[in-house]
């Protein structure tokens, strides 16, 4: 009887400790590395507020909304759904056409990248 509680508290540290951990590295490390973030107490807590189960699962509710509505295109690379209580915008870069303009700054050269036919709009 003593063996078999034992047994059962060793096993149940194993699974505290698993679940622990898998917790506390997400929040505490930066990108699996040994490096500590410097927000793992605010990061911690937000974990574990119940408001931010409540906040993801609406989160998702609303996202699964969203992906029910086809994106329209509002312009050359720009798309964009919306429905009563959110809105999305899309911008696929590799379909918008840019032209480099060079500007000095500070007596350097630096080039800028602009959607065609928007220069004239940024210069007013």
């Known amino acids: 009887m003593k063996k078999t ?10 699974f505290v400790s698993f679940f ?27 974990r574990i507020n119940p408001l931010h189960w409540v ?5 998702a509710q609303i996202t699964k909304e ?8 509002i312009s050359q690379g720009v798309y964009g759904r919306e429905t009563q209580n959110a809105s999305e915008t899309v911008i696929k870069l590799g379909e918008v056409d840019f032209i480099e303009y060079p500007i000095e ?8 990248k602009v959607p065609k036919d928007q220069f004239s709009q940024l210069a007013r």
Do not use: C, H, M
């Open 66 to 73: 969203l992906e029910k509505v086809p994106l329209q295109n």
């Open 20 to 46: 622990v951990s898998s917790v506390v590295v997400k929040d505490v490390f930066i990108a699996s590395s040994s490096t500590l973030n410097p927000s793992w107490k605010q990061n911690l807590v937000a």
């Open 105 to 112: 700054v500070d007596g350097k050269t630096v080039y800028v």
């Open 55 to 59: 906040q993801q699962y609406q989160f």
């Open 5 to 14: 509680r034992f047994r059962i508290k060793i096993v149940l540290a194993i």
